[in-house]
């Protein structure tokens, strides 16, 4: 009896806590029930929120929602010279744009050539190429050009009583008016030989009646908003021909633009500097520049930027400016004899 009491107020003193203990394994097994029902809805969660994930990954990013200050930082990483014409890689997928081709390569030098990225991206839309093109007009400097490998004589039509609508046949550089209307900075390299000028005898014609010429004048004269404009007339070596006209005639034909000698209307752009070149070698020949300080007026200089003399302007004779074009600086004839002296 005494065992069986003692048995007895053991269990009533361990009762209480098989009690809490049997609540508690009643709660922990509620909760592991509650878990293995929330599991899978858990996983189907996430599992539909990763693949809403995936598809706002694929779906494209909205270039123009961004400031115009965020898309011009983006245009500047790809911004470039322009070209024109552009120069051929190959005979295959040329167009107006090649400039804009994918994995163009050009190079400062012959010996480091530079990749630059595709561009299509810019012929998205016409915001996207608009603003763009308004960056590199802003920023970059336009180069033209014309060569035998790119001229093209002008086009003759049959005269008729009823004329055709112009055409774009006679444009030199396949560009639009408007384009040429917000470029800021441009070249233009004329590399010219004697068939060129269009004409057997070179003093039988004028510089404003030289076909190629009032034909570059035409399409150059939109330019409305350039800062910097230059010119280098190079000639291609003929021993039946001097190559002294095709600088005459270039300069004379081309340093006119933007004054009341030009011919077109509206009256174009200003030239700021010409220079003079061969295809072989260079004898020296002194350059123009256009002096702002007094007044845009040409002043010729040597090949070491000293001061040779005024320009004598449109009225300029062949022989006038064969002068000036060799004319000897005092300044350097100086130099030369007194280094001559101290040896």
């Given amino acids: 009896m005494a065992s069986a009491s003692k048995k007895?107020?053991?269990?009533?003193?361990?009762?209480p806590?098989?009690?809490e203990y049997n609540i508690a394994g009643v709660e922990l097994k509620g909760w592991i029930t509650l878990l293995a029902l929330l599991l899978p809805l858990?996983?189907?969660?996430?599992?539909?929120?990763?693949?809403k994930m995936q598809y706002q990954n694929k779906k494209p990013f909205r270039f123009l929602d961004l400031p115009q200050e965020l898309r011009d930082m983006v245009y500047e990483h790809f911004l470039d010279d322009p070209i024109y014409p552009p120069p051929a890689r190959n005979e295959i997928?040329?167009?107006?744009?090649n400039w804009m081709r994918p994995a163009r390569w050009t190079s400062t030098s012959t010996s480091s050539p530079v990749r630059h990225e595709s561009k299509w991206i810019f012929l998205a839309n016409k915001q996207v190429y608009s603003e763009y093109m308004d960056m590199i007009c802003k920023r970059k400097t336009f180069h033209f050009s014309v060569t035998p490998q790119t001229y093209k004589?002008?086009?003759?039509?049959?005269?008729?009583?009823?004329?055709a609508p112009s055409t774009q046949d006679n444009r030199v550089w396949n560009i639009s008016p408007d384009l040429l209307s917000k470029v800021q900075n441009c070249s233009l390299k004329l590399v010219t030989t004697s068939s060129m000028l269009g004409v057997t005898d070179p003093r039988s014609m004028t510089s404003s009646s030289w076909t190629l010429g009032r034909r570059?004048?035409?399409?150059?004269?939109?330019?409305?908003?350039?800062?910097?404009?230059?010119l280098d007339a190079k000639a291609l070596g003929d021993p039946l021909w001097n190559p002294l006209w095709i600088w005459y005639h270039a300069s004379q034909s081309l340093k006119m633009l933007g004054t009341e000698y030009s011919d077109t209307v509206p009256r174009g752009p200003q030239l700021t500097g010409i220079t003079f070149s061969l295809d072989t070698w260079s004898p020296g020949e002194n350059y123009l520049r256009r002096d702002e300080?007094?007044?845009?007026?040409?002043?010729?200089?040597?090949?070491?930027?000293h001061l040779i003399g005024i320009d004598m302007g449109a009225d300029m004779t062949v022989r006038e400016f064969c002068a000036k074009l060799y004319q000897e600086c005092s300044i350097c004839r100086v130099d030369e004899e007194g280094d001559t002296t101290v040896i």
């Fill in 93 to 97: 997928q040329r167009s107006t744009l």
């Fill in 153 to 163: 004589p002008a086009t003759s039509t049959p005269p008729s009583a009823f004329p």
């Fill in 8 to 15: 007895t107020s053991e269990l009533s003193r361990w009762q």
């Fill in 216 to 230: 570059m004048r035409e399409q150059l004269k939109h330019m409305s908003n350039v800062k910097t404009f230059t």
């Fill in 42 to 51: 858990l996983c189907v969660f996430a599992f539909r929120k990763y693949r």
């Fill in 293 to 305: 300080a007094s007044g845009g007026q040409w002043v010729w200089y040597c090949m070491k930027n």
């Fill in 17 to 19: 806590w098989l009690a």
